[in-house]
């Protein structure tokens, strides 16, 4: 192999930290970068398909519900949410990394989240000015994210981001079977973690514009999924 050229991606041994989402050392796989294919066939791809389809059918069964606290639709969302992390595993497991799922994943997260947070706002199932911090949040990412990535900026997810998921999800899924006290603890620590997570990009986008001013690099990077 002459020095030039760059040995081929291969899949890290897949021990139960890697398994379970913990270990994500190593660069990410090249299906999952800006400019890969798509590549919809897969299993996560799949699996996201069927999360993506759970969606309306957990908006339909709250707002009929009366009260908003239908076992099932609560039943719905925590298989949906629960989803995020088998399609992980599969793509694991399988190997079968795409960009189609790199881009899916974190957008089902937040439609999920956001629609969470539209029925317990609606049945005030938890803290209002809470879940409209979050929702603030969420508009303030996709306002900026867009923005900053034009300008260079590459938003890769931090471990906070990361963390603030589940919180929120088992705080709306509480408050969804009516357990509000369970659920407000989840979603504060929820909104806690993701405003950490916002000041952490932008501390790190702050560094990346200052250092692109100073070397005059002004090339657009690939964009990364946040939370």
Do not use: H
């Not at 020095?3 to 890290?12: K, Q, Y």
């Amino acid at each position: 192999m002459s020095d030039d050229e760059t040995p081929a991606w291969r899949n890290p041994q897949l021990t139960l930290r890697r398994f379970s989402g913990l270990d994500r050392s190593g660069p990410p796989p090249p299906a999952t970068l800006a400019g890969a294919p798509l590549n919809p066939w897969t299993i996560p791809n799949a699996i996201g398909l069927v999360r993506a389809c759970g969606i309306p059918i957990f908006l339909y069964l709250s707002f009929t519900s009366g009260d908003g606290t239908d076992l099932t639709a609560a039943i719905i969302f925590a298989l949906v949410a629960w989803g995020d992390q088998l399609d992980g595993m599969a793509a694991r497991v399988t190997g079968q990394y795409s960009r189609l799922g790199a881009m899916l994943d974190p957008i089902l997260d937040r439609v999920l989240i956001v629609s969470g947070v539209i029925v317990c706002f609606n049945y005030d199932l938890l803290l209002r000015w809470a879940l409209a911090i979050l929702v603030a949040r969420e508009l303030f990412m996709l306002a900026v994210g867009p923005v900053a990535v034009k300008r260079g900026v590459d938003l890769k997810i931090n471990w906070p981001g990361r963390w603030s998921v589940w919180p929120l999800m088992m705080g709306i899924g509480f408050g969804l079977i009516d357990l509000r006290t369970l659920g407000s603890i989840g979603l504060l620590l929820g909104v806690a973690l993701s405003l950490w997570a916002t000041a952490l990009y932008a501390v790190d986008a702050r560094r990346q514009l200052a250092d692109d001013t100073g070397s005059g690099d002004a090339s657009p990077r690939a964009p990364s999924s946040s939370t």
